[in-house]
């Protein structure tokens, strides 16, 4: 492969991505939710490895980032984005082993970071309508169903907070 060809596949593969985000395609709206819970966690990194369990390190606290959103490609008929109420599962998993960066043979467990951000974007444009539930990893653990939904969610107490108080209410949230 030329540098050019090279440059013309992620010319191709940027404006594909591009594409599937203003479309709402929910698994390119899941990692932008990652990119944009680490840009309002200041000083935020991307966990290593793409599979880890957590997807952001942020002064000491691991968090997991799980999307969902009331309207996307999943949810069209007729040329229409019906909507959704959204949800987020969290399945059980083996323990994840940092230095094989693999899942290794352990406790089975649904969260393994300090902190779950559930991002939830309710809107038809990619640019608004976001807001966040802050869990701790015990919550999720101890949550009853590997589903959770907003309306749960709020049923059970739990707030959501827009993006400018996602930064206090995980350091709350994770005791810090």
Request: hydrophobic fraction near 40%; charged fraction near 20%; aromatic fraction near 8%.
């Amino acid at each position: 492969m030329t540098p050019d060809q090279f440059l013309l596949a992620q010319n191709k593969l940027i404006d594909l991505v591009q594409l599937r985000l203003h479309g709402l395609d929910p698994w390119t709206r899941g990692h932008f939710a990652e990119a944009l819970v680490a840009s309002l966690l200041e000083g935020a990194t991307f966990a290593e490895h793409g599979a880890a369990p957590c997807d952001l390190n942020w002064n000491g606290i691991t968090i997991a980032v799980r999307a969902t959103g009331t309207r996307s490609t999943d949810h069209i008929d007729n040329n229409e984005k019906k909507l959704f109420s959204g949800n987020w599962k969290f399945p059980t998993k083996l323990a994840w082993d940092s230095e094989s960066h693999d899942w290794a043979v352990g406790v089975p467990r649904r969260c393994l970071a300090d902190v779950a951000v559930l991002a939830l974007h309710d809107s038809e444009l990619i640019t608004s309508g976001w807001s966040f539930f802050v869990l701790s990893g015990k919550e999720i653990e101890e949550y009853p169903s590997i589903s959770i939904t907003p309306r749960n969610l709020s049923r059970a107490g739990f707030a959501d907070v827009q993006p400018e108080q996602l930064a206090s209410e995980v350091k709350k949230v994770a005791g810090k």
